[in-house]
């Protein structure tokens, strides 16, 4: 499996199983055929509801913890110093660890933004303390990360975002680049999941990757994985599917030329499949997280 390496030195796998809308009682199911298969980096959250299975999935498989790397989120409702300690409290008793390998603030708060502060300030103390080896965020926006890094001791290793074909977030990521923060992009292979109000039918449909994926004899699910990677992206597709998850797992054995890269990323549109982050509030978005 090919790593990328953060900003602290830690290795990420490159790609990683997301178990975003996978059911908790189909969550063990889809981690023991991804690790099965090979995989190493599982992304889960407080707020999928799903970390338990996905802790029982890692227990049963016999994998060496040594050569897991767990990512998962602190939610919204849990912003603040102390209530973001006990976040890391909830989510790696549910996981079943000592240590978290990524721990990151899911969301901007934007009309609370010193809570988010003061939760990153605990995802320090957290790193400071070897509880987790890195820290990062999810859906900052350039402002949010200037904000951020203003007061910030420690750069975030990784920004989790939205980037697909059609929404990729390119001054974000050249935002990140340029402060050695790593791009992860969610919805990966599409941001099928999303794309309510869009107007996108399925990238998977995108007469484009139809044709870039029968030059390569692959999937275009497999393209649009490639495309991430060679842009130096950590992509971390969903499936509960075990032939998809193997499927998109397969993805290290070809190369997108430098003319079929341009190709998809001119298929940008500037339409977001998911929640502006501006528009995250307690009041719309604050679910409890349960205790452990
Ligand atoms: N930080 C955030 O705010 C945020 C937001 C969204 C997602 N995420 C993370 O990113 C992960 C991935 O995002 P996502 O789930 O939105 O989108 P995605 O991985 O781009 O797409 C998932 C969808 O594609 C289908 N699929 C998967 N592999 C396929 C294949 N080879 N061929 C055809 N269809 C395939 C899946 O269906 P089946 O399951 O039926 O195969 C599912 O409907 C999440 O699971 C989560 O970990 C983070």
């Known amino acids: 499996m090919q790593t990328l390496t953060l900003n602290n030195g830690v290795h990420l796998p490159a790609l990683g199983l997301g178990v975003f809308q996978t059911p908790p009682d189909e969550t063990r199911a889809a981690v023991a055929a991804a690790l099965d298969v090979g995989y190493r980096h599982v992304d889960t959250a407080a707020a999928y509801g799903n970390e338990r299975e996905v802790g029982e999935a890692i227990r049963n498989s016999g ?6 790397f767990i990512e998962t989120k602190v939610w919204i409702s849990d912003y603040g110093y102390d209530e973001t300690l006990h976040a890391f409290d909830k989510s790696s008793g549910k996981l079943g660890v000592d240590q978290l390998d990524l721990f990151i603030l899911h969301q901007p ?11 990153y300030r605990a ?3 957290l790193l400071a303390d070897g509880k987790v080896r890195a820290i990062g965020v999810s859906n900052f926006m350039v402002d949010h990360l200037r904000a951020l890094l203003d007061v910030a001791t420690v750069v975030p290793a990784v920004n989790q975002l939205e980037i697909h074909l059609y929404f990729q977030q390119r001054e974000v990521q050249a935002f990140d680049s340029e402060h050695g923060i790593l791009n992860q992009a969610w919805s990966p292979i599409g941001g099928i999941t ?3 109000d869009s107007g996108h039918t399925s990238a998977l449909e995108d007469p484009v990757i139809g044709e870039i994926s029968r030059a390569h004899g692959k999937s275009p699910a497999q393209v649009l994985l490639r495309w991430g990677l060679q842009q130096g992206r950590s992509v971390i597709p969903k499936s509960t599917k075990p032939e998809r998850i193997a499927q998109n797992l397969d993805v290290f054995d070809f190369e997108l030329t430098a003319d079929e890269l341009v190709a998809i990323d001119k298929l940008e549109t500037g339409k977001r499949g998911g929640p502006e982050p501006e528009s995250i509030t307690l009041a719309k978005f604050g679910t409890p997280i349960p205790e452990a």
């Open 194 to 196: 999303f794309y309510r």
């Open 109 to 119: 708060l934007p009309s609370d933004f010193g809570k988010t502060l003061d939760a």
């Open 123 to 125: 995802l320090e103390a």
């Open 63 to 68: 994998v060496p913890r040594g050569e897991l």
